[in-house]
């Protein structure tokens, strides 16, 4: 079974800097597509942030582009989330979603148990 762990969330003051991880571990893996963050405050839907394909194409939401980015390290299936002059309305739990393709050849998408960060104003 593979798994996903996010880390490197917590409480910063406005204007602050993060960054996330999300490192995919488990066995039989054989590659890993998109892989993106998302996120999701009190009380609402859950939002994709950005995204990010194997070929390392990005896209962002925009509220948080010029602000956030994402990268990935494939040879050891983990991407990142940068994220510079946060804003208390980034305080959300930070989730990571990818595909994972298996040894076996079917692909299947994965959550991670989320990451809180938190922005004091």
């Known amino acids: 079974q593979v798994q996903l762990v996010e880390s490197g969330g917590g409480l910063v003051h406005t204007g602050g800097s993060l960054r996330l991880s999300c490192a995919a571990s488990?066995?039989?893996?054989?590659?890993?597509?998109?892989m993106a963050w998302y996120r999701q405050a009190p009380g609402k839907q859950r939002e994709l942030v950005a995204v990010?394909?194997?070929?390392?194409?990005?896209n962002y939401a925009d509220s948080v582009k010029g602000r956030f980015t994402i990268s990935r390290d494939n040879a050891k299936n983990t991407m990142y989330l940068q994220m510079y002059s946060l804003k208390p309305e980034d305080t959300a739990v930070y989730y990571c979603?990818?595909?994972?393709?298996?040894?076996?050849?079917?692909?299947?998408?994965?959550w991670g148990q989320g990451t809180q960060v938190t922005v004091s104003s």
């Open positions: 979603n990818a595909g994972i393709r298996y040894s076996s050849g079917d692909t299947f998408f994965r």
């Open positions: 488990g066995s039989g893996i054989f590659s890993i597509n998109a």
């Open positions: 990010i394909t194997s070929g390392s194409s990005t």
